[in-house]
């Protein structure tokens, strides 16, 4: 038997159809949208864990000014490259400090303070002496990685040297660029104003100097142990020479050296940084053993 539907019933029918028809598509899409939300969160996650796993550093560039001598410090190869102790404690560090990137630029003595002063280095290294009129401009690493062994060399066989006491009155050549000799002498000379020493201030290079010594024209020069070393095995020049001991030198010059870096909030850190990797560097014999390979001796016994 036929069931006769009127209007109204027959658009009841279609409304009740549609949402059958809506339903099971609501029920196929949701679970869909779904997995495809938590796969893409599950890739962001994967991302940020291989961007963290994958080795990389960000890297903060650290342009370090140096004069690139004396050797056995510093000196430059026939390629330009730079070589010596303290570029080799440097690449220690950067093995240490992965978030840094290390380069040298080579440059005079005294730019390398105008160097940070004008923001251009943001480190120095140049067997720096701390002094206190340095202290009072820039930032020095807690740890040194230089102790220096001060020589006072003279010709041989002269005998009118045989201590500190000796020098007064003598006569020497030096910069006048703020290196390490200068500043002793003329510390020398505050504290020996009843017979200071004859100081003539040249830029000849040490090599002149160190001929000089030898020919008589020059009474003697101050050199760390490892300078005069170098030059003799260099040059083939045969000096006398004593060694200045903590009483002669201390208070005259500090004979340890250190990194030096601006007195800013980032040459802080970066101090701070170096300061710690130089002390690894020094508790694992590091320091040790690169001292013996460029000077032939334990500069810290």
């Not at 030096?260 to 940084?273: C, H, I, M, S, Y």
Request: hydrophobic letters at 40%.
């Amino acid at each position: 038997m036929k069931m006769k539907l009127n209007l109204k019933q027959l658009r009841i029918l279609a409304i009740l159809a549609l949402i059958l028809a809506f339903v099971p598509a609501m029920a196929a899409c949701g679970p869909s949208g779904n997995d495809s939300a938590s796969e893409s969160a599950e890739s962001a996650d994967a991302a940020e864990t291989d961007s963290a796993e994958d080795g990389t550093v960000e890297k903060t560039s650290v342009l370090i000014g140096t004069s690139g001598s004396p050797a056995p410090y510093n000196w430059v190869n026939e390629d330009g490259s730079l070589d010596g102790y303290e570029p080799a404690v440097i690449a220690e560090l950067g093995n240490l400090l992965p978030q840094y990137a290390f380069e040298f630029e080579i440059t005079d003595f005294g730019s390398i303070f105008t160097g940070i002063d004008t923001g251009r280095y943001q480190m120095g290294s140049n067997n720096l002496s701390r002094t206190p009129e340095r202290e009072e401009r820039y930032f020095f690493a807690d740890e040194n990685h230089i102790y220096n062994t001060l020589v006072v060399a003279f010709k041989k066989g002269r005998e009118d040297i045989q201590s500190a006491a000796d020098l007064s009155g003598k006569s020497t050549v030096t910069g006048s660029d703020g290196v390490a000799f200068q500043l002793f002498l003329e510390s020398y000379n505050e504290a020996h104003k009843d017979a200071p020493i004859n100081i003539t201030y040249s830029d000849q290079d040490w090599l002149a100097t160190f001929r000089n010594i030898d020919n008589g024209t020059q009474d003697f020069g101050v050199w760390e142990r490892a300078v005069l070393q170098s030059y003799e095995d260099e040059f083939g020049i045969d000096l006398d020479f004593i060694a200045l001991d903590s009483e002669d030198t201390y208070g005259l010059l500090n004979l340890e050296s250190y990194f030096a870096f601006p007195k800013t909030e980032a040459g802080e850190q970066l101090r701070n940084d170096i300061s710690g990797a130089v002390k690894t560097l020094k508790d694992s014999g590091k320091l040790v053993e690169l001292s013996e390979e460029y000077f032939g001796f334990n500069m810290f016994e």
